[in-house]
Nanobody
Framework: QVQLEESGGGVVQAGGSLRLSCAASGRTFTIYYAMGWFRQAPGKEREFVATINWSGSTPSYADSVKGRFTISKDNAKKTVTLQMNSLKPEDTAIYYC????????????WGQGTQVTVSS
């Protein structure tokens, strides 16, 4: 069983920054899980934002956030962080933390989400 708890959402003006954090816990969670961030805007489907492999050496980003967002993983603390800079109104969404166990082909563990609102 894996629990993911996000924090750090809020309201910010365009051009500002926010830092999202996700803490993982649970009996079956290990540092070998890949982790990521996804988001869902009103009326849209959930989309990929950024993921990172278990060691934190290989991040991956959606084109829409490349150069503005940075994902990082701290295996000692069992956390994953998304630093979001130069935020745009189109970044407004609920942001979800996700985890993928080593043998899985897709992300199967999800947090409840945290709201990010960027005002123009």
């Amino acid at each position: 069983q894996v629990q993911l708890e996000e924090s750090g959402g809020g309201v910010v003006q365009a051009g500002g920054s926010l830092r999202l954090s996700c803490a993982a816990s649970g009996r079956t969670f290990t540092i070998y899980y890949a982790m990521g961030w996804f988001r869902q805007a009103p009326g849209k489907e959930r989309e990929f934002v950024a993921t990172i492999n278990w060691s934190g050496s290989t991040p991956s980003y959606a084109d829409s956030v490349k150069g503005r967002f940075t994902i990082s993983k701290d295996n000692a603390k069992k956390t994953v962080t998304l630093q979001m800079n130069s935020l745009k109104p189109e970044d407004t969404a609920i942001y979800y933390c996700a985890a993928k166990r080593p043998s899985a082909s897709s992300y199967g563990n999800w947090g409840q989400g945290t709201q990010v609102t960027v005002s123009s």
